[in-house]
């Protein structure tokens, strides 16, 4: 339900509904009233989200990756209209003309992962943009570029609905982050890698911000301060227990307290600790 309110997407609630009362996607454009490309866009919104598991086949093709000349950019150019717009695209988007080196990458776009140019232009576009949120001054390189269609070419991202979809995803991802980093106190600096990862893995379980806070607030009672490897723990115990948000979280993780005892700790923060202690 978080997923499907955090995507903004009535036609993809719906065609949530409808598959998940048991009707097939064959059937959802005629009983839905959907054209083919809202049922698309519908379809790669929840393929994104993680909610359907529809095969997206990739599109790299097993063996080495082929190695292109200058003879092949010239002949493309001369040959193929198509790349000679979306190359007059890329140079307009990024602000500067592409050397022969870097025509060869997006001949590689084009020719070994099979992207369209129209999903092209997308990537580079979501690739300048999450350089700008990420406080650069300077526009993304073509191996940064060519590293993120070499992603998208695994995930089957091949049309614009499914480019849609997931810079759709990405964008309610990064904004649940920034929500996290504002409950941990994390400001002025960017996750790192572990930190993000560890982060994203308590999205995915299924905790709220609030849950989420609440275990921030119990690591910092007992470790003095934010310790991610405590935090897990308590989070990951909460999970095998089903306990994904406060109300649950306060009436299934306490120890009876001794008669004549206070300020016991909840069994998740108990192994938490256990843990600690072990790791030294």
């Known amino acids: 339900m978080r997923k499907l309110l955090s995507a903004g997407n009535p036609d993809a609630a719906l065609l949530y509904l409808y598959l998940t009362s048991g009707n097939s996607m064959e059937g959802a454009e005629a009983d839905l009233n959907f054209g083919n490309s809202r049922l698309s866009c519908a379809s790669a919104t929840l393929r994104q989200l993680g909610l359907i598991q529809e095969e997206h086949p990739s599109h790299i093709a097993p063996g080495e990756r082929p190695s292109y000349t200058e003879g092949d950019v010239l002949n493309a150019m001369d040959a193929d209209a198509s790349f000679r717009g979306l190359y007059g695209e890329i140079q307009r988007v990024l602000g500067r003309s592409l050397n022969t080196e870097e025509l060869k990458i997006v001949l590689g776009f084009v020719r070994y992962l099979g992207l369209p140019a129209d999903v092209i232009t ?42 849609a979809a997931f ?47 609440l275990a921030y607030e119990r690591t910092c009672l007992n470790t003095g301060g934010l310790n991610w490897a405590y935090m897990n723990t308590i989070l990951q115990r909460w999970h095998e227990k089903g306990l994904h948000d406060v109300q649950s979280i306060q009436n299934g993780d306490q120890k009876p307290v001794p008669k004549g005892a206070s300020g016991q700790l909840g069994e998740a923060e108990l192994e938490a600790i256990q843990k600690l202690m072990r790791e030294g």
């Open 167 to 213: 810079i759709q995803a990405q964008n309610v991802r990064n904004s649940r982050l920034h929500r996290l980093m504002d409950i941990l106190q994390i400001r002025g600096r960017r996750l790192t890698p572990a930190e993000e990862r560890y982060a994203n893995n308590w999205l995915e379980l299924g905790f709220d911000e609030e849950s989420i806070g």
């Open 122 to 163: 997308v990537l580079v576009c979501y690739c300048k943009e999450r350089a700008r949120q990420r406080g650069s001054l300077r526009n993304p390189s073509l191996r940064t570029i060519e590293k993120e269609a070499y992603a998208w070419a695994e995930r089957g991202i091949d049309t614009v609905e499914e480019a």
